[in-house]
């Protein structure tokens, strides 16, 4: 199994919020994508400052339609 991490930082990015909630949240799609990840992969991240956007991309399988449409829901338990 291998699985790469390739990055495009532009400018160090200042977040507003609490830092232990975005640490946690930015690790937990890292750990997502990682596991989407069956064989070889690649796992991306890139961030702009202006417009301000970061995006962590993988190219694993992704959900199932009947999983994805359950994404946004509160408290929804989503793994299979």
Do not use: C, H, W
Not at 22 to 31: D, G
Not at 52 to 62: H, R, T, V, W
Request: glycine letters at 6%.
């Amino acid at each position: 199994m291998n699985r790469e991490l390739a990055g495009s930082v532009q400018r160090k990015v200042n977040l507003k919020g609490i830092e232990q909630l975005i640490e946690q949240a930015l690790v937990n799609m890292v750990k997502n994508a990682i596991k989407s990840i069956v064989t070889d992969g690649t796992i991306t991240i890139i961030t702009q400052l202006n417009p301000s956007y970061l995006i962590i991309q993988d190219d694993g399988a992704g959900r199932p339609k009947a999983i994805r449409q359950q994404l946004f829901t509160p408290l929804s338990a989503l793994r299979e």
